[in-house]
């Protein structure tokens, strides 16, 4: 089932999208038309008590309609928010720690710039920046979808592609083999974020069309 939820993967970021009030805003009618198939909430301002209490809200919208929901980094709030994983940056947590910590039924992703960086054990691995992007300032060299194609062929399970997806672009991206797309300025970002997730989920079928 992993790979079908990577499918429309929505970085919900806190700052990108106003604050955490805002962020509510954006995600409920996403969840309500079925638009986004994985949500991760990204916040790296607010308190471990304040980002607790915003994926508890999340939950309530995403859970019923079993969208799961991680955190950003931070592993050790998984069980205190009722998240349903977590992504890992590279230096963000040994595997065997968090997996450990989380158990068997717990979501772990990692991101990677390159095939070599890959680990056994997690449950999917984000590659990026695909495109140039603003919204990470530590992101390693832009892939291209050129190279990313060659790469999908290289990496073991699942695969999402990230960091410069938008609308024009994401059909192309799919089309490289990769699971699913993970969008954070796309839609975050966009003066109607509705209506933006709509025509990225109309892109994404043209990539299997």
């Known amino acids: 089932m992993l790979p079908v939820t990577l499918h429309s993967y929505l970085v919900l970021d806190v700052a990108v999208c106003g604050g955490a009030a805002a962020a509510i805003t954006v995600l409920e009618p996403l969840a309500a038309e079925g638009l986004v198939t994985m949500v991760q909430l990204r916040d790296k301002r607010g308190s471990d008590a304040q980002v607790v209490d915003l994926a508890k809200q999340m939950q309530a919208t995403l859970r019923p309609r079993s969208i799961p929901l991680l955190l950003n980094d931070r592993w050790h709030l998984v069980q205190a928010c009722g998240a349903d994983g977590v992504h890992l940056g590279q230096d963000d947590g040994d595997l065997a720690q968090v997996r450990e910590a989380l158990g068997t039924q717990a979501i772990i992703g990692r991101s990677i710039d390159h095939p070599r960086e890959w680990q056994a054990g997690h449950d999917y691995h984000g590659i990026g920046p695909i495109f140039s992007t603003s919204h990470?300032?530590?992101?390693?060299?832009?892939?291209?979808?050129?190279?990313?194609?060659?790469?999908?062929?290289?990496?073991?399970?699942?695969?999402?592609?990230?960091?410069?997806?938008?609308?024009?672009?994401?059909?192309?991206?799919?089309?490289?083999?990769?699971?699913?797309?993970a969008v954070l300025g796309a839609i975050c970002a966009a003066a109607d974020p509705t209506s933006a997730a709509r025509r990225l989920q109309h892109a994404l079928r043209r990539a299997h069309t």
């Open 136 to 181: 990470k300032g530590d992101a390693g060299p832009v892939v291209g979808c050129a190279r990313l194609a060659q790469w999908r062929s290289e990496i073991p399970g699942p695969l999402v592609a990230i960091g410069g997806i938008t609308v024009d672009n994401a059909q192309q991206v799919m089309e490289t083999g990769v699971d699913g797309v």
